[in-house]
């Protein structure tokens, strides 16, 4: 059984900084890739970053490049978000993904195969 848990979320000022942690359990080491989404309001779940793990190949939203980082730690089987200068647009549930992998982009949400059970971000102007 695959767990994956987000925490971290909150209510934060337009301009700060959050980081989000997704925890993973169960059988992990089938994870080759693992990504953040979110879900605004009235919208459709979007890509935010994925990874393929430490010093592999990232790739992010173009609303997020130079702000999000995404990082993770195989052996903890943690990834996180780093979200720095937050603006009010950024508000969203946030959820943590993963699957074993193949070939593709991995930037849409029918690419994952497991999914966290999201965590709330708001960001206030």
């Known amino acids: 059984q695959v767990q994956l848990v987000e925490s971290g979320g909150g209510l934060v000022q337009a301009g700060d900084s959050l980081t989000l942690s997704c925890a993973a359990s169960g059988r992990t080491s089938n994870f080759y890739i693992m990504a953040w989404f979110r879900q605004a309001p009235g919208k459709e779940r979007e890509f935010v970053a994925n990874t393929r793990g430490p010093g592999r190949r990232a790739d992010y939203a173009d609303s997020v490049k130079g702000r999000f980082t995404i990082s993770r730690d195989n052996a903890r089987n943690m990834v996180w978000l780093q979200m720095n200068s937050l603006k009010p647009e950024d508000t969203a549930v946030y959820y943590c993904?993963?699957?074993?992998?193949?070939?593709?982009?991995?930037?849409?949400?029918?690419?994952?195969?497991?999914w966290g059970q999201g965590t709330e971000v708001t960001v206030s102007s």
């Open positions: 993904a993963a699957d074993s992998g193949g070939s593709g982009w991995y930037q849409t949400p029918n690419e994952y195969s497991y």
